[in-house]
């Protein structure tokens, strides 16, 4: 490479503000589309009052949390205060903060712009089809392109300034530890909600979904925005930070006194990324034949073969290494594959969903036992995938010289997740377009708006099956290389303090089986106690949902002028959250560091690779059987096995809620956990070496 | 040592003619208790002719089998018959023969007992529950005396014919094939039949279990015969020659040049351990108070102690070495250990099941989603009780010297399969006792005495839980001890063709990572695959019952004279269980060759790796659930939370249904389909390491 790395910083920087520019119009220009209806107003002030009443509460408990975790780094990360150097401390603390910050800012940008795209999807549907998905996807838009800016500007900012590993390590879990609670705090929300509503409205009284007269109707609303918007926005934020981590502190060990081309090169490829997206962003809109599946990955493609095609242009006009570009596209190719997979499973055309739906009529316990048996399934393609794409970039890079085979897959996994700001914008055009769904429900807009915005929710449902294969398999080459970070952390401290150092993780090892074992055990417990969580809160909602239904009059028969309480149902999906955010995640914080201090490093080794192992087969199990029990109910309601109404109907449906919590609260939360997890270790790898009672 | 060491071959084949002794005794004594009652008689002959003929079928397909796996075998292992000395592979060939030989045995001398317990059992509860309790244990004895002795004197006899690992290895590998299909096969049958005799039964025409106008309920009870009483007996025989093999293979490499003292070793603990178990059989009977699960756990635990306390003596007089003592014994601690955890989360005394009631209440999608949460949760406690054992049997035996602390964690599986005589008698005593209840309702004794047999089958289910935590932790140990066994095997082949030593499995080696990915995969996928064969054969049962209720005048009403036609549910079970049986089993043999000639033996390091960890979570997991679901359901059933007939009531049997496979088809299955996989690595090692396209 023939030029001035800091170029790259500035072009990444530069990048991320124009971002920022593209969410700012489309904004204002989501803001300025038209509304009349006032009954959609009062509505959506209602939801857009409960998700920022909620988002501020979550905020209030995850600062606390954030507190304790920044004093305890000052005291004693990157090494004890009374050790090390204080400012190092500091330092880290206080990236750690930034990491939070940053992470939480971007989700709420998210909250704005989804509680106002949502009103004015509904009425421009109204208009048609066209409109009405133009308003839906840009409103998602803002969140993707913040997002990625946000955590661009963010890794940027910190590297440049410190070039110090450990302060972006620090900014990473920071931006984890956020969006481990913010993803498990709004994933119980959403589904404390979801099936409250869906199980006193639609299965004990048939009335229709987003049936006003629902007590728990605005919650869910409420819930699709701090859910799927806010805590999916921090999912791929900490995602995205992480991947850029992970091969920061490979490249650089790597760059050690060798000038700073592999940096540099991180750096032109995540802006470039953000730069496919933003084209990719602006070009989004329907075809004349009018289906918005087809529109949504269409960008998607077309962000693909930019990133793609910038990226050789790039290589080429920097000379940079070849193989590290080939290892980027094997990680981008197999994602779009890895997506193929999950939407073979759960999509409505094909073999899997067809099977639930038959098997239904048997009862739900076969509606459960079939798309259990698929989920399982539905694991093999995509584990192949991700084992392939790590072993192809891992000998693409060898050549190269020591060490990069590891940066290889690094740069696969940023590969992956170079599209990600088109991936987010998709992901939240989900969310925002199932409220206008609901808002046009219960502003009474007539079923010809209704058909419009059914079309565009199904859509959303089925481009979210292809992202979320995308987001598990990136994380899961994320956890590879963090696995390599972990090991290069250590190894730093070892030289330090006049150690041995590590050259792999044998699983000859005893302390690493043990820690394989104590690893692969984790997102099991991790995801139970989450979803009990949804399960305990769920209880007290139904309880107050029967409770409305008995003593307010007229609430039954939809007498009007006769309201529900909507706020005490929320009240009690954001208490609930709020009280059952923070158990599960600190559970596998403190295994990893029991695992860490009974056993050292060698232990935590095979920790995190039990985690990522059954973190990834558990996370596509659960996102794809739940995905697939969604659709199984859709494809009955809309007419086949019986119908809406039919005993088949009603054994789809509890697959669909069984399946709820597990595509939406823990599924997509243990790409996160095992970010996490990876994070502390990674931190805490200096004080494992030093102190453990075994091996 | 100061001993010869044949004197232990002496011992281990007297012990087994000991219990085949004992066996033969208890079959007499079973056989000659009264028997006067016409129509139990006739039930239990069409039960006998049922398992018989399933037994015979399945017989034939395993023998193709196992014919085609001889074949190869002879052609290509342990090395391609061109290159090696025939005499070997015809060995090899034979020994595996022999092994799916003396497994069938002892599956065909399993249910020719229980056919006959079962009537004898239900008859001797006329007289009162402790004469039933003795014939039911005591026909359960006879399947477990023979099982152990059966594999005692196979291991002996090949090991003391051949002193070769291939020959031990061929031996366990044909147990291990037998047991992987016999399993799977029984398991379909059962869980079909007892599925679809549900869902018509009780769900539907809310007719009693055993109700004898049910078309499928003979076919039901043939199900507990084949599938938990020969495809088990199948299952542990194979667990405990693969504990054997593997301790073996090691203590080979450690032996060799300097006489046998390990491998005496071996042989005397394990005859111990047999004659612990008879001992405790022997004595077993109930007490005053009439507790039939207190009897059962108090032999299980007289021959712990009776174990420990023989193989302390045979320790210090022999002058062995305590240290591998000591493993034996934590070995059996952590069996106890484990099994008290998997009671805690199926108990219904305890809070799992009792929650996993009450939210019944809320309809069976709330079933479901508690009591995955509490089958996640119930992995953690074994699976560090699993890794704890492994560390602290390495750990005590690694300072004997180099490749010890291997056998040690070996010597640990060998101590918690030390009491498996027991252990199966327990297991098949659930089967003859819920087969008794069975045929008390359909021979009309009489409330009191059905009162007496659901006491015995209720405790028969409690000491299950503890049984099958016992053989999913034995599995777990042996596996690790397997993938030893692996490793020395590779190396002994590595010098022989002048390779480089494998001094382990790096994590950090892609080709290992591309391994485990899979590896992880792989149980999900035979779990899928064997669920799916239930799922599709109990479809078409249920419509042959919905067939026979309709076309038979009479059948519904329960008309005199008016029977269904029991042969043709059976017909259904036995052809749909042979058809499903063979797919799941091979699938995993294939993914094995495949990862290990795509990625040689370090791919097959991972993938084994990633197989055991994800197997043990699946299989505790699977077996827990079901378990749990079983009980919530009987604790409803018992008057709880609105008892029989109630919604709650159907709620829990929607659980109770999905737990079938869960618990009876895929959980079991997957400890055989862990060990089959180690086994064929081990086998094919040699061959991994010549030809393999990367790595």
Redesign the interface.
């Known amino acids: 490479m023939n030029v001035d790395e800091n170029i790259f910083f500035y072009l990444a920087i530069a990048v991320s503000l124009v971002s920022f520019g593209v969410a700012y119009y489309f904004y204002h220009w989501v803001k300025s589309q038209k509304s009349n209806n006032e009954r959609i107003a009062e509505i959506g002030s209602y939801i857009r009052k409960g998700s920022n009443t909620f988002l501020k509460k979550e905020y209030i408990v995850l600062s606390q949390f954030a507190g304790v975790i920044a004093v305890l780094i000052l005291l004693f990360l990157p090494e004890p205060i009374w050790n090390g150097k204080a400012t190092d401390n500091i330092g880290m603390a206080v990236c750690y903060l930034l990491g939070t910050v940053f992470s939480a800012f971007a989700g709420k940008v998210g909250i704005e712009v989804a509680t106002i795209a949502n009103m004015k999807a509904a009425e421009a549907a109204k208009e048609g089809i066209k409109p009405s998905f133009l308003v839906g996807f840009r409103g998602g838009s803002v969140m993707g392109m913040s997002v990625v800016g946000t955590s661009l500007l963010g890794v940027t900012l910190v590297y440049a300034l410190t070039h110090d590993s450990s302060m972006v390590l620090g900014f990473s879990f920071g931006a984890s530890s956020l969006a481990l609670f913010a993803k498990a705090g709004g994933g119980i929300f959403t589904k404390t909600a979801d ?1 409250s509503a869906d ?1 006193v409205g639609k ?1 004990e009284l048939s009335i229709p979904e987003d049936d006003p007269r629902n007590p728990a109707v605005i919650a869910d609303n409420v819930g699709d925005n701090v859910g799927d918007v806010a805590g999916m926005g921090a999912d791929l934020f900490d995602s995205n930070v992480a991947a850029m981590t992970a091969a920061l502190v490979i490249a650089m060990s790597l760059d050690k006194g060798k000038g700073n081309t592999n940096i540099a090169m991180i750096f032109c490829y995540a802006a470039l990324g953000l730069l496919a997206s933003v084209i990719g962003v602006l070009s989004a809109r329907m075809g004349k034949k009018g289906d918005p599946t087809k529109a949504l990955n269409n960008s998607t493609y077309i962000t693909t073969v930019i990133f793609a095609g910038l990226t050789a242009v790039a290589t080429w006009a920097f000379d940079m290494e070849w193989r590290i570009w080939g290892a980027t596209a094997i990680g981008l190719a197999v994602g779009v594959i890895i997506g193929f997979a999950s939407d073979y499973f759960t999509n409505d055309n094909k073999k899997p969903v067809r099977y639930v739906a038959k ?1 239904s009529n ?5 509606t ?3 798309g ?6 539905s ?2 393609p995509s ?2 995938g ?3 794409s ?2 192809l970039a ?2 693409i890079c060898d050549p190269i010289g020591d060490g990069y ?2 940066f290889g ?1 690094s740069m696969a996994a940023m590969g992956m997740l170079s599209i990600v700001g088109m991936i987010i914008s998709n992901d939240a055009y989900g969310p925002i377009v199932d409220n206008a769904r609901g808002l046009a429900e219960m502003g009474d807009l007539g079923d010809e708006v209704l058909d419009i915005t059914d079309q565009l929710d199904s859509a959303g449902n089925t481009v979210k099956a292809i992202t979320k294969g995308f987001a598990i398999g990136a994380a ?1 080459l994320t956890i ?1 290389s963090l ?2 970070a972990f ?1 290069s952390e250590v190894n730093v401290a070892a030289v330090e303090k006049g150690l041995e150092k590590i ?12 820690g ?3 690893g ?3 997102p ?2 991790f ?3 989450l ?2 969580g ?2 305990r809160n ?2 007290r909602m ?1 309880a107050e949902i029967h409770r409305q239904f008995k003593e307010i009059p007229g609430l039954k028969e939809g007498k009007k002028g006769v309201t529900p309480e909507y706020d005490k149902c929320i009240e009690i999906a954001t208490t609930g959250a709020l009280r059952e955010l923070i158990p599960a995640g600190l559970v596998s914080i403190v295994l990893t560091l029991a695992v860490g201090f009974v ?1 050292g490093v060698y232990a935590i ?2 920790f995190l ?2 985690n990522i ?2 973190g ?2 558990l996370a596509l ?1 659960m996102s794809n059987s739940g995905g697939l029990w969604d659709n199984a109910k859709k494809y009955v309601e809309s007419g086949h096995e019986g119908g809406k109404g039919s005993d088949t109907h009603k054994a789809a ?2 697959g669909d ?2 399946g709820d ?1 597990f595509k939406d609260t823990a599924g997509p939360s243990l790409n996160t956990q095992v970010t996490v997890v990876s994070l502390v270790a990674s931190i805490m790898a200096t004080l494992f070496l030093s102190f453990h009672i ?1 091996g």
Chains 1, 2 share one sequence.
């Open positions: 099936i199980l299965v098997a048997m009862g739900p316990a076969f459960i036992i079939s259990v048996c698929y989920g399982f399934l694991v093999l584990m192949i991700i084992a392939i790590a072993v891992y000998n085979a590891m897959i899961g590879i696995l390599g090991m050259t792999g993780f044998d699983i000859m090892n005893p302390m690493v089986f043990f394989i074992l104590i692969t055990a984790t099991a417990v995801s139970a106690m979803m009990l949804v399960d769920a209880q139904v056993g080794g095979g690779t039990g192992a059954s990834l087969l199990f449906v509890v809620t069984v919590p075994f």
